[in-house]
Each structure stands twice: as C-alpha cells, then as structure tokens.
C-alpha cells in the first residue's frame, strides 16, 4: 500500500492549509489513519487520527483548530488545518495501521510564518 500526501506549503500565521493522504487503495475502511510532524531537531509527534469505524482524536496542541476526515471511497484522509501558528511547521507524514499493515508516507512540508 502506497501513500502519498499533498498540499503543505507556506502559509502565513492565522492561515489555512488542507493536507491529503491519498492510498493506493480503500484502505481505511478497515484501517485507521494517522497524522504526525515532526519539526526541525524534534521528534516526530501524533496529531491526529481517524479510525476505521470514523471516531476522531487529536493532540491538546490542535484541538479545535486542526479537523481529519476521509473521503466516501475510503482512499484519502485529509487534515485541514486552521488559525496555523509558527509552531505547526514541520513535515507532516501520513500513517495507515491496521492488523495487517503500518505504513507511512513521505511527508508533506508545512511552513508557517510569523
């Protein structure tokens, strides 16, 4: 199973960025989907996820600013991203896990400035 994530870029603070998973198959019907970051000298840290069965959780730090979801044909995961703060910036990977897989995409890189 292949990933591959799209739409980072640079965005200034208070901006608006949507990220998309995309698999090579509909996968999270019966996996769950992930986004972490990692910043510059950090390690990588969990965001977001979506499970298989559609319940949502995320970290304390994007609460009520950050949304995952996933298209009808359980392809894609997306992680829309608001009010964005210079401390959002890192690259975002992509994890799909399940009982038969742990995948994780290239990465997308998310610049915010202040």
């Known amino acids: 199973v292949q990933l591959v994530e ?11 960025l949507r990220l998309s ?4 198959g509909s996968i999270f019907s019966t996996n769950n989907g992930d986004w972490y970051r990692q910043a510059p000298g950090k390690q990588r840290e969990f965001v977001a996820r979506i499970t298989s069965g559609g319940s949502t959780s995320y970290a304390d730090s994007v609460k009520g600013r950050f949304t995952i979801s996933r298209d009808s044909a359980e392809k894609t995961v997306y992680l829309q991203m608001n009010s ?13 896990w399940g009982q038969l897989i742990r995948n994780w995409g290239q990465g997308t890189q998310v610049t915010v400035s202040s």
């Open 6 to 16: 799209s739409g980072g870029g640079l965005v200034q603070a208070g901006g608006s």
């Open 21 to 24: 998973c995309a698999a090579s």
């Open 84 to 96: 964005l703060k210079p401390e959002d910036t890192g690259v975002y990977y992509c994890y799909a």
